[in-house]
């Protein structure tokens, strides 16, 4: 989802070049034709601008998927001869069986490792093993980005990066379009409305969390940008 104007997209997508690799090309287009969700190309050009700058040696990812945004993390790194390595957790096991597949292909399979489970256990198992990362992107389980704040920051170095995908949802974080859409699924529209309460006190959290800097971009659905500061 964006939240910006067609023509601002289409503009911006513009500026941007080819995938890093032909198989990330190829894996784009298999994300779109299959209806996988994955990183807009600005979401990926931003992810790629930060870790050229930032140069993580560790990173924890929340949402695999097919592991295109692994993938490109990893090859922006080796780019800059970086050595990245990766946790990357999704619970949907056939998801993270295309990713493995993916990782391989790529020949980062000894750099990317997958964890099968759902985001808030498999974080907490990581914490009690006291696993510590320089950047951490989390785009997957949009209801729970609040209650996983807390062991995030503690597995984030000082210092590290915390960048956080879809955080405007469609733009209904910000303002009361969900009230006024025409959602015939009461189901849908009830979920809709715990994500989107959960995801504005999510985003006044980490604002005002004195561990970290942050800004929110209005990029793709919406990004939050975090630096560790202690
Ligand atoms: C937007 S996709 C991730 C896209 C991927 N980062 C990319 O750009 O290539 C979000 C993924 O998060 C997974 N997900 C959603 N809730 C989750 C949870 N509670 N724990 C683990 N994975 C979850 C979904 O199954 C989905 O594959």
Do not use: W
């Not at 009690?128 to 951490?136: G, V």
């Not at 704040?149 to 984030?156: G, V, W």
């Not at 942050?214 to 940008?225: A, E, F, M, Q």
């Amino acid at each position: 989802m964006n939240i910006n104007y067609n023509y601002i997209n289409e503009y911006l997508d513009s500026l941007i070049g080819n995938e890093l690799t032909l198989a990330l090309t190829e894996m784009r287009d298999y994300a779109i034709k299959n209806g996988v969700p994955i990183v807009s190309r600005q979401v990926m050009q931003f992810l790629v601008t930060l870790l050229t700058r930032h140069k993580p040696k560790t990173m924890l990812e929340i949402g695999t998927a097919i592991g295109y945004s692994a993938l490109v993390c990893h090859t922006a790194c080796k780019n800059i001869g970086q050595e990245l390595k990766i946790t990357t957790i999704e619970k949907n096991s056939e998801m993270i069986y295309f990713a493995e597949q993916n990782f391989q292909k790529n020949n980062a399979s000894n750099d990317i490792k997958p964890m099968l489970g759902d985001a808030s256990d498999v974080i907490t198992e990581l914490n009690n093993t006291e696993q510590k990362f320089d950047f951490i992107f989390l785009d997957g389980a949009k209801g729970q980005y609040l209650s996983m704040l807390p062991i995030l920051d503690n597995m984030l170095n000082t210092g590290g990066v915390l960048v956080c995908d879809n955080v405007l949802f469609s733009g209904m974080v910000a303002g009361d379009k969900e009230t006024r859409e025409v959602e015939f699924n009461p189901a849908i529209l009830k979920r809709k409305r715990t994500i989107i309460a959960r995801m504005k006190k999510f985003l006044s959290a980490i604002c005002a969390d004195p561990h970290f800097v942050t800004s929110i971009i209005p990029l793709g659905d919406g990004v939050s940008i975090s630096i560790k500061t202690k």
